[in-house]
Structure formats: C-alpha cells, structure tokens
C-alpha cells in the first residue's frame, strides 16, 4: 500500500502564493507518476498538474503560467506551487499516485492512490 499526505493548503488573498506538498510512503519503488486534482464545491473533480515517471509535467490551460508541479524523489514529494492565485483557485486539493496505463493525465480514474486532501480558500 502507499499513503500520500498533502499539506500546504490555507487561506490567502487573490495574488497571493501557496506551496502544497504531497508526501508519498510505503511500497513504492522505483519511478512512478504523480498528480494534484482539485475540487470545488459542487464541481467535479479536475485534473491540476501531473508529472509522469520519465519527469514529464503537465499542467491544465487554467492553471498555466501560474502553478508549477515538481517532484524531489529522493524526499518522494510531490510539490505544486501556486502563484497569482485567484478566487476560482478555492478548492480541496488533492494528491494522486502511480498511474495505469491508458487515459490522459487528467483522469482522475488513471490513479490508484489518493491523499485526504488539503483546502485552499482564496478571498476576492
């Protein structure tokens, strides 16, 4: 089993930064894929930024510019950092893990693994 723990997550004012981190335990070997996805209230669950077992990111249209995704996997970390955010950023946040083959990065069904979650709240 592998356990991912998000953290990071808080409440800001539209502009402002955030670094979410996910950190990923347990049976893990090797290189493997990881993702952010967020959800907002009443919405469903979307894809943030991913980055692949080769280092590969991908990062959605609504985000760019302004999110990084990395990874330290010497730490098995999963960071996004979040830049100029705006209000329609609030969401809960969520980490994913180690991906099956088939299906686009965005997927939320790609992941086996999944973090509790931690909130984002940005103020107008």
């Known amino acids: 089993q592998v356990q991912l723990v998000e953290s990071g997550g808080g409440s800001v004012q539209a502009g402002g930064s955030l670094r979410l981190s996910c950190a990923a335990s347990?049976?893990?070997?090797?290189?493997?894929?990881m993702g952010w996805f967020r959800q907002a209230p009443g919405k469903e669950r979307e894809g943030v930024a991913a980055?692949?077992?080769?280092?590969?990111?991908n990062v959605a249209v609504s985000v760019k510019g302004r999110f990084t995704i990395s990874k330290d996997s010497t730490k098995n970390t999963l960071y996004l950092q979040m830049n100029s955010l705006k209000p329609e950023d609030t969401a809960m946040y969520y980490c994913?893990?180690?991906?099956?083959?088939?299906?686009?990065?965005?997927?939320?069904?790609?992941?086996?693994?999944w973090g509790e979650g931690t909130r984002v709240t940005v103020s107008s």
């Open positions: 994913a893990a180690f991906c099956g083959s088939g299906g686009s990065w965005s997927e939320s069904r790609k992941y086996n693994y």
């Open positions: 980055i692949d077992r080769y280092g590969t990111t």
């Open positions: 347990g049976k893990i070997y090797g290189s493997y894929c």
